[in-house]
């Protein structure tokens, strides 16, 4: 895991808890690792009492079930019952107040928790988690006095990507040639989440020996992050129909829609830009991206799908979007996954009389 979540693990398995977590940003697997250490403190796994006791010390809530902030409020000023703290979850509070029957506005759930964030019970910890949680909201900034807001992002830069996966490794017993986590990260992306995944599957390939790029190539294909490729293949040959279909195979893990897109924008934009690259770098597409042959050869022939005219208009769409999903457009925030499709559909120029969006 990054540093962050490396300090937030070692500070609570020390028992130094802050009484409100508002963990956000498109890496669930650094926001579950936040989560999984808490359990283990305040509900530890091998302590008999504490696990007879976790139907009163335990509670957890998703946003899309409630009408309102009440009952998580109600489970914060509860007393914990034998133990030191109470752990009260909340996953996606964005949907808190939308549903048919909703008690309250999702604005007026936003201004009670926050009222709660500022004077929080000292016997309870709060944990509200999210993909969808925006980083202007009243949630965060009611947190950031205290510093309990945690947002976790993809590395920004490859190398410190590849550090993460050689680490990863290596905290689990395992080697892994640096040319094969350079080759992973080139393949599924900088996000802490997918590179996991990706890991896993290359060392159970490997066996008990070290990974090598031979792993890293036979697992490749059926990461889930793969199926970028398949989808800007579809987009390149403008085949709209194709496109859709896989981008609604991405989002049918059941997870929530805000964080997938988050994701899946974020890959898009990587392979539109390397895609780019190979189209600008003719014959010199190894040396320009830094990456392994089996993957330049697809990139080549993505590459051949795509005019240079149409690499312009599908990225300089993608930024617009980026911002979009972030705030700047209501129906795209309430909407990541028609969103998307709209992008493709725009970029196979499949909207007859519509201008595309650029």
């Known amino acids: ?144 006095a205290g510093g309990w807001a ?29 040319d094969a986590a350079a080759a992973l990260v080139a393949s599924v992306g900088t996000g802490r989440s997918e590179l996991l995944g990706a890991l896993d599957q290359a060392l159970l390939h490997a066996g008990d020996g070290p990974v090598g790029l031979a792993d890293v190539e036979a697992i490749v294909a059926h990461t889930r992050e793969a199926k970028i490729f398949d989808l800007t293949d579809a987009v390149g040959r403008g085949e709209a129909d194709t496109a859709l279909a896989v981008l609604a195979r991405m989002f049918a893990a059941g997870e929530k829609d805000a964080g997938v897109s988050m994701q899946v924008l974020a890959m898009l934009t990587r392979q539109i830009r ?23 050869r697809g990139l080549e022939a993505q590459a051949r799908g795509f005019s240079e005219s149409r690499l312009r208009s599908a990225y300089a769409a993608l930024v617009r979007l980026d911002q979009d999903l972030k705030g700047g457009s209501h129906v795209a925030y309430a909407s990541p996954y028609l969103a998307l499709q709209r992008w493709i559909l725009d970029t196979c120029r499949a909207l007859p009389g519509v201008d595309a969006r650029t």
């Open 274 to 296: 390397l895609i780019f690259t190979a189209k600008v770098n003719p014959g010199r597409v190894a040396e320009a991206t830094k990456l392994p042959p089996f993957l330049v």
């Open 150 to 178: 945690h947002k976790f992002e993809a590395y920004k830069r490859d190398d410190d990507a590849v550090g993460f996966v050689v680490g990863e490794a290596q905290a689990q017993g395992r080697k892994i040639s640096r």
């Open 1 to 144: 895991m990054s540093d962050e979540v490396r300090a937030l693990e070692r500070a609570i398995a020390a028992g130094k808890l802050d009484p409100v977590y508002v963990l956000y940003g498109d890496e669930p697997a650094a926001i579950r690792a936040v989560i999984t250490a808490l359990r283990k403190v305040v509900v530890p796994p091998d302590d008999p009492t504490a696990q007879a006791m976790a139907a009163f010390n335990h509670e957890r809530f998703d946003g899309v079930d409630l009408s309102g902030a009440g009952p998580v409020l109600s489970a914060c000023a509860q007393i914990p019952m034998m133990s030191k703290w109470r752990l009260v979850e909340l996953a996606n509070p964005d949907d808190l107040g939308k549903g048919p029957e909703a008690e309250s506005t999702n604005a007026a759930a936003m201004d009670a928790l926050a009222a709660y964030i500022k004077a929080p019970s000292p016997t309870t910890v709060l944990v509200i988690s999210g993909g969808g949680i925006d980083g202007r909201s009243k949630l965060v900034t009611a947190c950031k």
